[in-house]
Nanobody
């Protein structure tokens, strides 16, 4: 089965940057997609960004477009979320997710999820 482990979260000031990483192991399919979701306390889980592994096709939530960039490193089997111009509203636990289809990942219905990493943006 696929295993996902997030890292890179932390405390930053508004306007700062952070890079999250999601290491992938145990992949059982050759074509798949990866994504990031966030969830703040008392709030619903929200889509952030997604990428198709083979083609590099990406999707972003409107709220992060122009600020966040999702990418992958094929040699490391790792997906990254570069987060720039961070806002207090970005404060949340960020989860990595994976599935065989990009649309499924964007919809939040991915089969595989990581444990999450905390991002806190102070004002």
């Amino acid at each position: 089965q696929v295993q996902l482990v997030e890292s890179g979260g932390g405390l930053v000031q508004a306007g700062g940057s952070l890079r999250l990483a999601c290491a992938v192991s145990g992949r059982t399919f050759s074509s798949y997609a990866m994504g990031w979701f966030c969830q703040a306390p008392g709030k619903e889980r929200e889509f952030v960004a997604a990428i198709h592994w083979s083609t590099g096709i990406t999707r972003y939530a409107d709220s992060v477009k122009g600020r966040f960039t999702i990418s992958r490193d094929n040699t490391k089997n790792t997906v990254y979320l570069q987060m720039n111009s961070l806002k207090p509203e970005d404060t949340a636990v960020y989860y990595c997710t994976a599935d065989t289809d990009l649309r499924t990942v964007v919809a939040g219905s991915g089969l595989y999820w990581g444990q999450g990493t905390q991002v806190t943006v102070s004002s």
